[in-house]
């Protein structure tokens, strides 16, 4: 099993770009999450997945689409990148109370 | 609303000295509680839990008891090692509470940890 994996690892955008980060899982889990971490401020919760088709905001999903078409993939879209959404991004998944992370996709806005 | 309150350091700490990392919450239900550990350049990984009151979770030589009457759940390490060093995140998932995310879980703000030769 790979777990969950996340691409890319490192991305710089210019402001006003958007661009698609990455999720996916191996382990048939119907819970995934997209968290941003940011000094000082923990992991906030961005949106989730209770299964296919289905997904709902968290803390603060202001800027941020996600879809889920399939178990496996949960993609993070950026629509138009802004300064203040630098940030080092996990995706994870559950399985009942344990989460799952990814290693992260560190994102630059400039 | 849910919420979990930790220290959040930076700790330092010498090599083989005793670790404490205090973890207080407030929940609405019957939360489970955790511990996440990040080392540095990768994702969080669960270092161990606890799901009901008095239970006491325990991995690598770390353990945590669930205090109910305290609404604690802190950290501890008899002797600590340099390889310990990461940030450290208490969290709490509480399924009568469905506004924390895909599971109720509900993080700390994390707690660096650093341990010198």
């Known amino acids: 099993n790979a777990g969950v994996t996340q691409t890319p690892k490192f991305q710089v955008l210019k402001t006003g770009q958007s661009m698609t980060l990455q999720c996916a899982q191996d382990m048939n889990h119907e819970y995934m999450s997209w968290y941003r971490q940011d000094p000082g401020m923990g992991l906030r919760l961005i949106h989730y997945s209770v299964g296919a088709g289905i997904t709902d905001q968290g803390e603060v999903p202001n800027g941020y689409n996600v879809s889920r078409s399939t178990t496996e993939d949960f993609p993070l879209r950026l629509l138009s990148a802004a300064p203040s959404q630098t940030s080092v991004y996990f995706c994870?998944?559950?399985?009942?109370?344990?989460?799952?992370f990814g290693p992260g996709t560190r994102l630059t806005v400039l | 609303g849910n919420s979990v309150t930790q220290m959040e350091g930076p700790v330092t700490l010498s090599e083989e000295a005793f670790l404490t990392i205090n973890c207080t919450y407030t929940a609405t239900g019957y939360p489970s509680l955790f511990w996440y550990v990040q080392y540095p350049g990768e994702g969080l990984q669960l270092l161990l839990k606890a799901t009901k009151a008095d239970d006491k979770g325990s991995n690598k030589g770390f353990e945590a008891t669930y205090r109910k009457e305290t609404t604690s759940f802190h950290l501890e390490k008899g002797s600590v090692q340099v390889s310990d060093s990461a940030v450290y995140f208490c969290?709490?998932?509480?399924?009568?509470?469905?506004?924390?995310?895909?599971?109720?879980?509900?993080f700390g703000k994390g707690t660096h940890l650093i341990i010198q030769p």
């Open positions: 994870a998944s559950n399985r009942g109370h344990e989460q799952f």
């Open positions: 969290a709490l998932s509480d399924l009568m509470y469905s506004g924390g995310g895909a599971d109720g879980l509900t």
